[in-house]
């Protein structure tokens, strides 16, 4: 099993910053990707950003280019989205993904949501 813990979420006002981290745990497991995804009531939870382990690209979401970054840091298992210019369609829950290889077999596991509040 892998744990991922997310920090980082909050209030803020409309041209404002926050920075998310998303830390993975647990036992012999090797990252191959982790992302962010947002979820507001009522809609399916979407893709905004993610990073790939192998190769270090990145993948964004047409609203969030040029505002937000993904990067990963690899000695601490965590992901980072660093959000700027962060506009009131930007509330929602932020959830990280990790995509790692365990045992020979690739898995995803989500972790437990973060709300982001951007106030106008």
């Known amino acids: 099993q892998v744990q991922l813990v997310e920090s980082g979420g909050g209030l803020v006002q409309a041209g404002g910053s926050l920075r998310l981290s998303c830390a993975a745990s647990?036992?012999?497991?090797?990252?191959?990707?982790m992302g962010w995804y947002r979820q507001v009531p009522g809609k399916q939870r979407a893709l905004v950003a993610t990073i790939n382990n192998n190769d270090d690209s990145t993948v964004y979401e047409d609203s969030v280019k040029g505002r937000f970054t993904v990067s990963l840091d690899n000695t601490k298992n965590t992901v980072y989205l660093q959000m700027n210019s962060l506009k009131p369609e930007d509330t929602a829950v932020y959830y990280c993904k990790v995509l790692v290889t365990r045992g020979g077999l690739m898995t995803s596991y989500w972790g437990q949501g973060t709300q982001v509040t951007v106030s106008s």
């Open positions: 647990g036992r012999a497991f090797r990252i191959n990707g």
